[in-house]
């Protein structure tokens, strides 16, 4: 794969003759494809064809590196291709992401969040594999070698819900990006038709794989055996889902004491602010009204005579005023 690849190339106008379209076939498609062999090929050497007994120094970065490698490469496509082809080779891409992610013998430890992007591309390729064997026509090539890459995305969802379902379906953190190194994938968008929380969605895409490989046993006997054997393998885990389900279901349905609990503290706790709040506002208006009887009395009080120097060390005498009151701030609390 090691070789300079052709330019990609437009084909002309088409051209009319006798009712037949003539014209060169495009080779933008044959680029790109091309382009993913060369990346595929390159992880696929140093992660399977490579002395296994000898680990990838920083493995991690290594796998997130041809992940962005493939991003990259997908971010470049025109949207002058096919839909269908498009589409094959979005699927192509998904597949990758797994097949990299996924533990090998250079690559033996996967993180929590390796896990959550297999588990996504995973359920993105078994949604879109099942609408196109499930179609009445596809619009791109497809053959048995398809059904044996639905029962290895089925194994591989199968691995992650059997060994981190808890950490899936309670979330995991994005990793931090290291300085120099590329950065961990970003989760894929779900595709529209992938609703509901993960526990209904896990069991979706579980039940989609059977139904997948049962719709190519139509054509290809074999891929019979490849349903048995993936009913098998993922018997234990579906019942593990559908047991989560019924006790979400409960949980949503019994009362929940200590909630309540917490729900009337805090509206007896509102409710006191709010009687201190009226209490307050009592005590200013009655304050104010005291502070205006004041300067009432004092506006009708006369003016004070001039005291002879004699006198101004007599005790001060106060007229018309309730010291009380002046002491109390006015009104009774």
Aim: proline share 8%; glycine share 4%; hydrophobic share 35%.
């Amino acid at each position: 794969m090691s070789v300079e690849l052709p330019a990609p190339t437009r084909p002309p106008p088409p051209v009319f003759s006798g009712g037949a379209i003539n014209g060169p076939p495009s080779t933008e498609a044959s680029y790109y494809l091309f382009r993913l062999r060369q990346l595929q090929s390159y992880w696929y050497q140093n992660l399977f064809q490579t002395d296994p007994s000898k680990p990838i120094p920083d493995s991690l970065s290594f796998i997130w590196q041809v992940c962005l490698n493939m991003r990259e490469w997908s971010e470049s496509l025109p949207d002058s291709l096919p839909v269908g082809i498009r589409e094959m080779l979005e699927l192509e891409l998904r597949y990758s992401y797994v097949y990299c992610i996924a533990p090998s013998a250079r690559t033996p430890d996967v993180t929590d969040y390796g896990r959550l992007l297999i588990y996504e591309h995973v359920i993105f390729y078994i949604d879109r594999i099942h609408d196109i064997t499930h179609a009445t026509t596809n619009t791109a090539f497809y053959t048995y070698h398809d059904a044996l890459r639905v029962y290895f995305m089925g194994s591989q969802f199968v691995a992650v819900l059997r060994d981190a379902a808890d950490a899936l379906f309670s979330g995991v953190r994005v990793p931090l990006s290291m300085p120099g190194k590329a950065p961990a994938p970003p989760l894929p968008q779900r595709d529209r038709n992938s609703s509901g929380d993960n526990l209904q969605r896990s069991l979706r895409s579980l039940e989609r794989v059977g139904l997948t490989l049962k719709k190519y046993s139509e054509r290809w006997e074999d891929a019979l055996s490849l349903m048995g054997s993936f009913e098998i393998m993922s018997n234990s885990v579906m019942e593990d889902l559908k047991a989560r389900i019924v006790r979400n279901a409960e949980q949503m349905q019994q009362p929940q004491p200590h909630h309540q609990q917490q729900q009337q503290l805090h509206q007896q706790h509102s409710q006191l602010l709010q009687q201190q709040a009226h209490h307050q506002q009592q005590q200013q208006q009655q304050s104010n009204q005291a502070n205006q009887n004041m300067m009432y009395q004092q506006q009708r009080r006369p003016l004070p005579q001039q005291v002879p120097p004699q006198q101004q060390q007599q005790e001060v005498r106060w007229v018309d005023v309730d010291v009380a009151q002046i002491i109390r701030g006015g009104g009774q609390i």
